[in-house]
T-cell receptor, first 116, second 108 residues
Framework: KAGVTQTPRYLIKTRGQQVTLSCSPI?????VSWYQQTPGQGLQFLFE???????NKGNFPGRFSGRQFSNSRSEMNVSTLELGDSALYLC???????????????FGPGTRLTVT | KNEVEQSPQNLTAQEGEFITINCSYS?????LHWLQQHPGGGIVSLFM???GKKKHGRLIATINIQEKHSSLHITASHPRDSAVYIC??????????FGTGTRLTIIP
């Protein structure tokens, strides 16, 4: 099976712009989670989607949003970009929703976003 | 507050040494994950545990539910084991909470 893919891999944006990142999960996986990784804060949970429904959301402002399509592909959007949004954005897919007895997460390679 | 603490933050060892990385958490969990991240960012899931012990090759992960503590062991360490190892737990609210990671460097 193909692994989790994320596009684009690298992105440079200017403050105030918006950005959309895409994640294609492993075939058959219905759960997609998004994470932000920065040197200062480490890995932080953004949100999780399961069967097109948002199950969980982390402590991020409303500028961060996401959605999941019927084929389980997911997108996340960040509006009005700030310098502090520069980070590695990772998505992970799993067969089950994360909390259901725990589910192994398969991570994508990430999208490195730089905001200037 | 749901917290995850890892130790040590940095670890340098000689090739062949036995490595132990520790993870402690504050309240009951549904699952604990050990992840490996190489330079460049890619993350690989090594183990998912809710009790007991798991082994995969030279890697062993244990968890003590009563003491709220897990360890990741690497036997016969090799330079290719050099990476950041991250502990992550799923608390009652189900989202993953991550430790700060342990940067492991194995010197040939």
């Amino acid at each position: 099976k193909a692994g989790v893919t994320q596009t684009p891999r690298y992105l440079i944006k200017t403050r105030g712009q918006q950005v959309t990142l895409s994640c294609s999960p492993i075939s058959g996986h219905r759960s997609v989670s998004w994470y932000q990784q920065t040197p200062g804060q480490g890995l932080q949970f953004l949100f999780e989607y399961f069967s097109e429904t948002q199950r969980n959301k982390g402590n991020f402002p409303g500028r961060f949003s996401g959605r999941q399509f019927s084929n389980s592909r997911s997108e996340m959007n960040v509006s009005t970009l700030e310098l502090g949004d520069s980070a590695l954005y990772l998505c992970a897919s799993s067969e089950q929703a994360t909390g259901t007895g725990g589910a192994e997460q398969y991570f994508g390679p990430g999208t490195r976003l730089t905001v200037t | 507050k749901n917290e995850v603490e890892q130790s040590p933050q940095n670890l340098t060892a000689q090739e062949g040494e036995f490595i132990t990385i520790n993870c402690s958490y504050s309240v009951g969990i549904s699952a604990l994950h050990w992840l490996q991240q190489h330079p460049g960012g890619g993350i690989v899931s090594l183990f998912m545990l809710s009790s007991g012990k798991k082994k995969h090759g030279r890697l062993i992960a244990t968890i003590n539910i009563q003491e709220k503590h897990s360890s990741l062991h690497i036997t016969a360490s090799h330079p290719r084991d050099s990476a950041v190892y991250i502990c992550a737990v799923s608390f009652g609210n189900e989202k993953l909470t991550f430790g700060t990671g342990t940067r492991l460097t194995i010197i040939p």
